[in-house]
């Protein structure tokens, strides 16, 4: 399982003041969604300045392998001897 952060572009259903439901949230990176299987966190601190944060935990290894592959590579880099 695989966590990723970074900057959330939030649809205009999106409102830091009615908080949707667990399961009526979902995220996306390049079209692709991304279940989260362990959660999603977001962090909307400064909505005004565009400064809001999604963390999504719980990412199938394969998926995130398949999104993040420069990730993986460096991960795998850290421990060839």
Do not use: W
């Not at 900057?7 to 995220?27: F, H, R």
């Not at 969604?33 to 300045?49: H, V």
């Not at 394969?62 to 990730?71: K, N, R």
Request: aromatic share 12%; proline share 9%.
């Amino acid at each position: 399982m695989g966590v990723a952060c970074g900057e959330m572009a939030p649809t205009p259903a999106y409102s830091v003041y009615y908080p949707k439901a667990p399961d009526t949230l979902n995220a996306r990176l390049a079209g692709i969604p991304i279940p989260a299987g362990g959660g999603m966190y977001i962090e909307d601190y400064l909505e005004e300045l565009g400064e809001i944060t999604v963390t999504i935990l719980g990412i199938d290894h394969v998926l995130y392998g398949e999104l993040f592959p420069e990730h993986v590579a460096a991960y795998e880099e850290q421990f060839k001897s």
